[in-house]
């Protein structure tokens, strides 16, 4: 039973435009959200993050967008650079319970130049 | 400072094999994870631990033991490896849990394990 889903495995976008990446999760009770940077042979890194209270979160290039009624989140990457290409998963989890933090499959972005 | 490290890096078993991840981490943290990652699934948490001498279950648990003696290490065991637990294993620590701004995990770069 996947909680967090991306529906998308791999998106291909050109270097200066934006890079939408999407998630998806089924568990109402899930009140933060977080996106992961993962670049081959290394382990996944933090990348920004939002609590439900919020809408949107923003740290320079990128900005993480909420929508609790659809249960759906965004990853906007505005420029995207091509040293942005890895692959972003999105987790869930409660603020004051994180034991179980729950990932999507991820996303493989390509920035091509 | 190193993060959060992973011993070994690679490995391949023959089922039945018995064999233990290390994870060690030298940034005083309390909580330790261990997930595996498999193709189209993300990762999932196998056990985890809030502080030392404490273990618990996660989502797949079964198969693997786990042991936190140290604040600094988490061992995580399979006593006798079968063909599906092949995965890449990833180690996480946290400062704790219950305050927005520490939720966040830092990972260590990954053992892959094949099971023959």
């Known amino acids: 039973d996947q909680q967090v889903k991306q529906n998308s495995p791999s998106l291909s976008v050109q270097e200066g435009r934006i890079s939408i990446l999407n998630c998806d999760y089924t568990?109402?009770?899930?009140?933060?959200f977080l996106w992961y940077k993962k670049y081959p042979a290394e382990g996944p890194t933090f990348l920004i993050s939002i609590s439900s209270i919020k809408d949107k979160n923003e740290d320079g290039r990128f900005t993480v967008f909420l929508n609790k009624s659809a249960k759906h989140l965004s990853l906007h990457i505005v420029p995207s650079q091509p040293g942005d290409s890895a692959v972003y998963f999105c987790?869930?989890?409660?603020?004051?319970?994180?034991?179980?933090?729950?990932f999507g499959a991820g996303t493989r972005l390509t920035v091509k130049p | 400072n190193a993060g959060v490290t992973q011993t070994p890096k690679f490995r391949v078993l023959k089922t039945g094999q018995s064999m233990t991840l290390l994870c060690a981490q030298d940034?005083?943290?309390?909580?330790m994870y261990w997930y595996r990652q498999d193709p189209g699934m993300g990762l999932r948490l196998i056990h985890y631990?809030?502080?030392?001498?404490?273990?618990a279950k996660g989502e797949v648990p079964d198969g693997y033991n786990v042991s936190r003696l140290k604040k600094q290490n988490f061992l995580l065991g399979l006593e006798s490896a079968a063909p599906s637990q092949t995965s890449v294993y990833f180690c996480?620590?946290?400062?704790?849990?219950?305050?927005?701004?520490?939720?966040?995990?830092?990972f260590g770069p990954g053992t892959r394990l094949t099971v023959l």
């Open positions: 987790a869930a989890t409660l603020t004051y319970n994180n034991n179980d933090m729950r």
């Open positions: 940034m005083n943290h309390e909580y």
């Open positions: 996480a620590s946290s400062y704790g849990g219950g305050v927005e701004v520490l939720n966040e995990q830092f």
């Open positions: 568990n109402s009770m899930f009140d933060y």
């Open positions: 631990s809030v502080g030392e001498g404490t273990t």
